[in-house]
C-alpha cells in the first residue's frame, strides 16, 4: 500500500484558503436559494409563517441538508426578509 505524501505548510494554507472560498459560495448559493423560494411564496399572498414552513419543506425536499428552522430564519433575517416596513411599525403605534 503507498503512503500518501505529506504536503508542505505552503500547500496545506493553499488548499484551506481555496475550502474556504469554496464554503463562502455554498453558504451564499443557499441564502439565495431560501430568499427566492421565500420571495415567491410571499409574492403569491402566503402569510409568513406558512411561507417559512413551506421554504423549509422546499429545501428539504430538494436535499439541503441545512434547511432546518434556526438556519433559514438567520438567512431571512440576514437578508432583512422578515423586518418590519416603517410606515407600518408608525401606524401602529398611532
Not at 505552503?10 to 472560498?21: C, D, G, H, M
Not at 402569510?47 to 423549509?56: L, S
Amino acid at each position: 500500500m503507498k503512503s500518501s505524501p505529506q504536503l508542505t505548510t505552503r500547500e496545506l494554507s493553499r488548499v484551506r484558503k481555496v475550502q474556504s472560498q469554496f464554503q463562502l459560495i455554498q453558504k451564499s448559493d443557499f441564502k439565495d436559494e431560501v430568499c427566492g423560494v421565500y420571495d415567491l411564496l410571499i409574492g403569491t399572498g402566503m402569510e409568513t409563517n406558512e411561507a417559512i414552513r413551506k421554504t423549509r419543506s422546499a429545501l428539504k425536499a430538494i436535499n439541503y441538508p441545512h434547511a432546518t428552522y434556526d438556519v433559514v430564519m438567520a438567512n431571512l433575517r440576514a437578508s432583512g426578509r422578515l423586518r418590519k416596513h416603517p410606515a407600518q411599525k408608525d401606524a401602529r403605534c398611532r
